[in-house]
Nanobody
Framework: QLVEFGGGMVQAGGSLRLSCVAS????????MGWFRQVPGKEREFVAA????????KYGESVKGRFTISTDSAKDTVYLQINSLEPEDTAVYYC????????????????WGQGTQVTVSS
């Protein structure tokens, strides 16, 4: 099970940190990641990282502004979002799956329930 925290409303230029706590049968061999979705559009890859850290992968639209990290001791994955733009408004989903490091999801991807991020201009 994946549970996200930290969404909310923020002004453009501000920052947020999203958290995702993993519990139950989430294998540590998975990559962990974040996707986002706005109504009427496909879910967009944001970032992914292996549980033990190492290199992260980012979607083109968020490079340089978003940072993904893990804290294995707390079973938590973080997404630090800086320089927020109105275009970042979306529901952000935490995900677990080995394929996330390729910037994709699969039928085996485990999803959280999502957390809303709203950026006002």
């Amino acid at each position: 099970q994946l549970v996200e925290f930290g969404g909310g409303m923020v002004q453009a230029g501000g920052s947020l940190r999203l958290s995702c706590v993993a519990s139950g049968h989430i294998s540590r061999t998975n990559a962990m990641g974040w996707f986002r979705q706005v109504p009427g559009k496909e879910r967009e890859f944001v970032a992914a990282i292996w549980w033990n850290g190492g290199s992260a992968k980012y979607g083109e639209s968020v490079k340089g502004r978003f940072t993904i990290s893990t804290d294995s001791a707390k079973d938590t994955v973080y997404l630090q979002i800086n320089s927020l733009e109105p275009e970042d408004t979306a529901v952000y989903y935490c995900a677990a799956d080995r394929v996330l490091q390729m910037g994709v999801s699969s039928v085996a991807t485990v999803w959280g329930q999502g957390t809303q991020v709203t950026v006002s201009s």
